[in-house]
């Protein structure tokens, strides 16, 4: 009897342990949460804590409690190798051993969430995941965007959430920071009697940001009218707080903003020919300073901000020198910061009179890291050839959504398109940029949405893949607004994009900036007919009226988010359009000049209202005062508008009747370009033609080659092929201007058509990298 008793009661215990095993993990509103995390940890994962009590409190009204015993802790936090908490909390930590900045999420069997990272930044990571998870934006503070209150949070028995970075570097440069972050920092957020100073209490938030973003490289600001990093006490230090590795762009070498330190610290000229001694001194005095923190160490050199090195006038010559430099720079890395230098993040970044140098046949040591560039329109310039490839270093891109120079700046509004952002950088990843991903986001706003999109992919660039660029804008959107709300808000966001790719707001006044030719300074007419114009204009104010019918029905704690990340981009890009569009009318006498002046009355109330929050001094709507930003003279001009040529046929790459090839999401005229592998054919059909010749019109994605310097294609008409075209541009040619202000490379040929039923069109890619956006099919024009 005693027996049976005794299994009845083993068999209830078992019971008992399944049930409790099947438990989830709970959060409820008002209940504190206890966490056990051992004191050894580094202090990123600390801050990460401190940032996951901030957001613990916001969505559930109460803190977090730290401890370091395990049993106490309903949250288990740990890195591997560090804390015998997460050795002994009954969870398989293998997936993540041996990878860099991994972090696994596990209920465990006791129905307790563990949290474990493969070193210190996978494990804040994690813990920043669980933010993610209860409803907190990355940009809770960056948009002021206030999650919402829960009463209760769960997780499955059986949850599981392994992560771990594609890119190893994936960061953000603060740059072309004069009419935003610098005067917004100094003198609003963390004023300070000197002049251009970004401060600690700055940089922590940038870093919080990046922390959110699972991103951990910094290049910080460097113009004339910002303080350098390192000159502001605390800068540093607050980086490691948050686990950032320092880096600098590729005119800043060894930690140096040479553009603002050595006017101060620096002796004679910044002439490695014949003042090497006291540069060396610069760099080695920087070097000393920072050895025991994470850095990226830029190795190289050239002038003074951005300019061409000095003392060395040939290629030969200059190759002579960056190998001296190269040298130099290793040896103070080898005596001050790794015996090893092997061991040193370095990163060598090929780039105007440096890239002639390496073509020369410079040898970069193979551990460091090659970085290229885009050509500061979001179209990248290089991509590693095989040999660059195999490097132990591995390869880096710098890319641009805002940007200060020639044919013209675009720092105002965020309005480089999600789509160009996802085709490059996914391409840039296949082609085996993987190491580092860095950024030019300006002064992070208002560029939010594309901000995130790039660090989402350099994190997980196979989620974003499978997900695609519209659902991750979707859920971007949802996430802030809700899931009604970004039903309606997406056509509208995705359309915004879309006019502002066939031409930037700040591209709409015809000038253009850094040319000799004065005409570019005076604003003029775009070679747009009327029904061109009007229709445009049409598209940007039902825009508006969407956006702001959305305004007036939001509930008021969403109000000033969706201000920042869809009122403000979006009425800004539409008064901008309608000011210079309205004045291009006018000129002819078909609108009235009031109409334009009341759009630039707009912007200014618009911005005025961007600037009386927290933001004030952030946007300013006329960086540089360039022409296209002011109110436009009111001049008369006797000639017309040219007329629309009406094309007989037109096609989208995707509208092809064969040969369908990758479709670049959302990218194109219309939003149907098509990525054309070397040889593949797409065809197209049209019907009976009245004449005996047709003039094809094809418009490309102005992007670069891909493998070798040629892009070219064919046109095939019933048969009979044309020579290869090219279109590839070289440097800052004329051409290149024209294609990145309307997106869009184009090329024409006249081809006989033989009197038939039906015909076929057969375009052809020659190379890699071809994109077709569309092809326009005219009568041909009677000379």
Not at 165 to 174: A, H, L, M, T
């Amino acid at each position: 009897m005693k027996y049976k008793k005794l299994i009845s009661f083993l068999a209830f215990f078992l019971a008992v342990l399944s049930v409790y095993g099947q438990n989830p993990f709970i959060l409820k509103s008002g209940e504190p949460v206890t966490i056990a995390c051992g004191n050894s940890e580094e202090e990123v994962v600390h801050t990460a804590l401190n940032l996951l009590n901030r957001d613990v409190e916001s969505v559930f009204s109460t803190r977090i409690i730290v401890t370091p015993e395990s049993k106490k802790g309903m949250i288990i936090v740990g890195t591997i190798g560090q804390s015998d908490l997460i050795d002994k909390a009954g969870v398989d930590l293998s997936p993540i051993k041996n990878k860099k900045e991994a972090f696994l999420l596990a209920v465990s069997s006791t129905g307790k969430l563990v949290i474990a990272g493969s070193d210190k930044r996978g494990t804040a990571y994690g813990v920043m995941e669980l933010s993610r998870l209860i409803g907190v934006s990355p940009w809770e503070w960056w948009a002021d965007a206030t999650p919402a209150k829960k009463e209760i949070f769960q997780l499955p028995a059986s949850y599981r959430n392994m992560q771990s970075p594609s890119v190893e570097y994936r960061g953000i440069f603060i740059n072309d920071e004069d009419w935003g972050l610098t005067p917004w920092s100094w003198q609003t957020y963390e004023p300070s009697d000197v002049k251009g100073q970004i401060g600690p209490k700055t940089h922590e938030r940038i870093f919080e940001l990046l922390l959110r973003l699972r991103a951990n490289t910094f290049w910080p600001a460097m113009h004339g009218c910002s303080v350098p990093f390192y000159f502001t006490p605390g800068n540093k230090e607050v980086a490691d707080k948050f686990g950032i590795f320092i880096g600098t762009s590729h005119c800043e070498p060894m930690m140096r903003n040479t553009n603002g330190e050595w006017k101060r610290d620096g002796v004679g000229e910044y002439d490695y020919v014949h003042n090497s001694a006291h540069v060396l001194s610069f760099w080695e005095q920087r070097v000393k300073e920072v050895a025991g923190l994470d850095n990226l160490y830029t190795l190289g050199m050239r002038g003074v901000h951005d300019g061409a090195m000095n003392g060395a006038k040939t290629i030969e010559e200059q190759k002579a020198v960056l190998t001296k430099v190269l040298k130099d720079q290793r040896d103070l890395l080898t005596k001050y910061v790794n015996k090893d230098v092997t061991q040193v993040p370095q990163v060598f970044i090929p780039y105007k009179e440096v890239l002639d140098v390496y073509h020369a046949g410079l040898q970069v040591p193979d551990e460091v890291t090659l970085m290229w560039c885009d050509d500061n329109y979001g179209y990248i310039r290089h991509f590693p050839t095989a040999e660059e490839r195999a490097r132990k270093g591995g390869n880096g891109v710098y890319y641009h959504i805002s940007y200060w120079g020639r044919p013209h700046d675009y720092l105002w509004l965020g309005t480089v398109h999600p789509s160009l952002v996802y085709q490059q950088m996914s391409l840039a990843y296949e082609r085996g940029i993987q190491k580092m991903w860095i950024l030019n986001v300006g002064d992070i706003k208002p560029a939010e949405y594309q901000v995130e999109l790039f660090l989402d992919m350099a994190w997980n660039l196979e989620a974003v893949k499978q997900q695609g660029v519209a659902a991750h804008q979707r859920h971007f959107l949802e996430r802030e607004f809700g899931k009604n709300r970004a039903d309606r808000l997406q056509p509208v966001m995705q359309e915004a994009y879309r006019l502002a790719y066939i031409r930037k707001p700040e591209f709409m006044g015809n000038t253009r900036t850094e040319e000799k030719d004065p005409k570019f300074k005076v604003i003029s007419d775009l070679p747009w007919s009327e029904q061109e114009i009007n229709e445009r204009l049409a598209a940007y104010r039902q825009l508006s009226d969407k956006v702001e019918q959305e305004w007036h029905a939001l509930p008021a704690q969403k109000k000033e988010t969706y201000f920042q990340l869809v009122k403000y981009p979006v009425q800004a890009a539409a008064q901008m359009n309608n000011k210079l569009l309205t004045a291009q009318l006018a000129r002819h006498g078909k609108a009235d000049w009031a109409d334009s002046d009341r759009a630039y009355d707009s912007i200014v109330s618009l911005t005025k209202r961007y600037n009386t929050t927290k933001w004030n001094r952030m946007m300013d709507f006329q960086p540089r005062r360039l022409p296209v930003f002011n109110r436009v003279e009111r001049k008369a001009l006797s000639s017309g508008l040219p007329e629309k040529r009406q094309a007989v046929y037109t096609w989208n790459g995707a509208d092809c009747a064969e040969g369908v090839s990758a479709i670049c999401e959302g990218l194109g005229y219309e939003g149907k370009a098509v990525a054309v592998s070397k040889n593949k054919e797409l065809t197209f059909e049209f019907t009976a033609w009245e004449t005996d010749s047709v003039e094809v019109e094809v418009r490309l994605l102005p992007n670069h080659p891909v493998e070798g310097e040629r892009l070219r294609f064919t046109i095939s008409l019933d048969g009979s092929a044309t020579e290869a075209v090219s279109y590839e541009t070289k440097g800052r040619s004329e051409e290149w201007k024209e294609n990145v202000l309307c997106n869009q490379a184009v090329r024409r040929m006249v081809l006989p058509v033989a009197r038939k039923a039906s015909h076929r069109l057969i375009f052809t890619a020659l190379d890699e990298g071809v994109v077709l956006d569309q092809i326009y099919l005219y009568m041909p024009r009677i000379k």
